[in-house]
């Protein structure tokens, strides 16, 4: 018979589901990869595996939408760390232009195992960089995400514009659209999987509208067509890209993707900071999703996005941490907290509540990889991704209201994270045996990969 666990006596059970339930003494049963029975009364449940929760509180994993997990080995580079986008991406590509198999690999393993720590147990990594001679960058990506087990969901970026063509890039880690268009189908035919609770799916993802050609823009429509994937990029980060856009295109952001055929419902875009009313409503007239990267806007001080008036736009919002060269960390539980405070530098103290803003984490980045069914919550059906915080903590400590407190005060790691059925974190520590191996060489690489 299929392995249960049950997790039972939770000081609060945050299903996440449609009506936002919370369940005082909760239980939630675990058979294989997927749940099979959430409610307040376990009795008479057997199972192989009982999970106390005494003290703790139990949420679906968080969905962390927006990523580049080589980025890891690029934290803090003197000359970066204060730069804004433009002079920060000319400066940290030379640097960047240095990674190959390896270095991709390991900072995976690294930034995956980070985000399970701090609550995510689904990641997207958008993979847009592919030096000449740095071997197969997304082969080696996935591989790094397997060593971690959490949820993946790699998107084939491409560039083709360099330096040469008015572009940033230098011409190094620029492919031709034709290299780019044969990869993106080998990637899907190898990894991609349709199938119910799949581990890992491939999304479709150019680098930026200006760092490939429109002709580019439209053939990945037409082949995610073709494959049944998703297609994301970044847009409307900056008012220098909003400028940029402008000079070169005539048209401002969100024009040039409407130009583009892509304001559609299986695209996500990241960031979505510099953004007019009318912007808005295009924007969710066309159900696209939002991965929101509140740190990386405030580092690379970008502006802050308008979340609180998109919320009720129909533009699918998820959270994310961003590349760790412009957040400097990949804490999940941590940018949701500073979703909801920066939203009130701007709006007030009633723009976002720490529960909307778990939400956003949890079924909004569900929705945003259009995995409703599948993740985000804690139901029936769905998969066997749950996250535990421990009241214990010290900085929970004293808290009257469990689920705000783990936004309000500074929760920073889960007690234990399962993904898909499997344990991957318990007691706050890593599982992975080689995860301390993993770290060294990373520090190794990221040392070599920065040297002037
Ligand atoms: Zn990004």
Redesign the pocket.
């Given at each position: 018979m299929t392995r249960r666990t049950l997790f039972r006596d939770f000081d609060v059970v945050v299903t996440m589901d449609a009506a936002g339930r919370e369940i005082p003494g909760g239980f939630v049963l675990v058979e294989g990869n997927r749940i099979l029975r959430v409610g307040d009364d376990p009795a008479g449940i057997r199972a192989d595996e009982i999970v106390s929760g005494r003290g703790k509180v139990l949420l679906p994993g968080f969905v962390n939408t927006?990523?580049?997990l080589y980025q890891s080995l690029f934290r803090c580079v003197r000359g970066a760390a204060d730069a804004e986008l433009f002079d920060w991406l000319v400066f940290l590509y030379q640097r960047w232009s240095r990674i190959d198999e390896e270095a991709v690999q390991v900072s995976s393993a690294v930034a995956s195992s980070e985000l399970l720590l701090s609550g995510a147990t689904t990641t997207t990594d958008?993979c847009y960089l592919f030096p000449r001679g740095g071997g197969a960058i997304l082969d080696a990506d996935i591989e790094g995400a397997r060593m971690s087990g959490i949820r993946f969901h790699p998107c084939r970026g491409s560039m083709s514009l360099s330096e040469k063509d008015g572009g940033l890039p230098p011409d190094s880690v620029v492919q031709t659209e034709e290299e780019i268009l044969r990869d993106c189908r080998r990637v899907i035919e190898t990894y991609h999987d349709p199938a119910p609770l799949a581990m890992e799916r491939i999304a479709l993802a150019p680098c930026s509208p200006f760092s490939v050609t429109p002709e580019l823009m439209r053939e990945s429509i037409a082949l995610a067509d073709e494959y049944g994937v998703l297609l994301h990029t970044?847009l409307a980060e900056t008012n220098d890209e909003e400028t940029y856009c402008l000079e070169r295109f005539g048209r401002r952001p969100v024009d040039l993707m409407d130009d583009l055929g892509w304001l559609r419902d299986d695209v996500w875009f990241?960031?979505l900071v510099v953004l007019t009313e009318e912007d808005i409503a295009r924007l969710g007239r066309a159900r696209v999703g939002m991965a929101h990267?509140p740190t990386?806007n405030m580092t690379l001080g970008s502006g802050i996005a308008p979340v609180a008036k998109i919320l009720d736009s129909g533009v699918r919002i998820g959270l994310a941490v961003?590349?760790s060269a412009?957040n400097d960390s990949s804490n999940m539980i941590r940018e949701v907290r500073q979703a909801m405070l920066l939203q009130r530098v701007r709006y007030g103290a009633k723009a976002l509540t720490a529960r909307q803003a778990l939400r956003m984490a949890t079924m909004g980045g569900a929705s945003v990889l259009r995995r409703e069914s599948e993740i985000g919550s804690l139901e029936p059906g769905k998969a066997a991704d749950l996250i535990a915080f421990d009241l214990a903590d010290i900085a929970l400590a004293g808290a009257a209201d469990p689920v705000a407190a783990l936004v309000h005060c500074a929760a920073d790691r889960v007690d234990f994270a399962m993904v898909n059925g499997e344990w991957r974190v318990k007691d706050g520590r890593l599982l992975a045996a080689d995860a301390p191996t993993w770290i060294a060489r990373h520090n190794e690489l990221a040392k070599k990969l920065t040297a002037t």
């Open positions: 927006h990523h580049h958008h970044h990241a960031h990267c990386s961003d590349g412009s």
